[in-house]
């Protein structure tokens, strides 16, 4: 091997060793930083609205849209693949729990512009978790690449399957995020 | 075994399988490296090659490298800059959210955004 093969050699190297710190340094940081500084803002837009007299401070609506929030703000940096798919297996046989249903809290608004604006924060919410769990996971990244355009297509063919897969994805994550938020009560403050 | 648990020990055996590829990729990282210093040793030194790298035209002057080095150096400014920032504004709109709001709820995050060390 010559000077210059050596050279090549190390920089390859060097540069698959710098990816891999940089995906799984500072690029899961600045990602969880920008979920939560977007779930900060439409938390302030929900204030807003609420100090605007939109809705009460104390109406039910209001505290779990909040708590909804918050709850995402906490789980953002725990939102992986691997916790998800833990949360599937510890958790299949579960009922899904009607109360926490953002659709159930909302049906019984008489002001359904309000009630959409909600939805909105919530679903709003859900996507950027979403997001995020992809772009922080080098494997679901790849295979998102590869099957986007296909899972494109299928969308625009059957939009009611796709339809009904988002809300149970976003039903998945509401509910890790939701049992993230007391099994860490539970594990660590005990 | 209760559900939390089981939960625990199924997401932290996850977490060790991630770390053990991590772990395992920069392992391979640094044995190819050591494979092709060994390959070279005695040959030449390693302060020539360096100088070569950083005068050598068929590398770009190592201009690559040092640019990302410097944009890194400039990120990592950038986010402390940030964080003192938001470490700042965070007092003032906790104290006017409370006057009107005063059973606000918080999102438990330490005073820079981040996560509190030991979760939360």
Known sequence: MNANEFVNQIEVIASIMIFIWFFYGPWQSFVVDTVRQNLFEMRDKLFLMAANGNVSFESGEYKFVREKLNMFIRYAHAATWTHLLSILICDKNKAPDSSFDIETVTSAMSDRILANAIKGFYRDAVVMIAVALVVRSLFLLIAMMITLPVTLVFSLFDAARTKRFVSSSARILDRDARLSDTTRFSIVRN | MTDNARLFLISR????????????????????????????????????????????????????????FASLLYAGMQRRLRLKKTQEMQGYIQELELKIDPNRTSSGLTTTGQTPAGGI
């Open chain 2, 13 to 68: 055996g996850f977490e060790l399988l991630k770390e053990i590829i991590r772990a395992a990729i920069l392992i391979s990282g640094f044995y190819f490296a050591y494979l092709a210093i060994a390959e070279l040793a005695g040959k030449q030194t390693e302060a020539l090659l360096a100088f070569h790298y950083f005068i050598s035209r068929d590398n770009d002057y190592a201009l690559p490298w040092i640019i990302s």
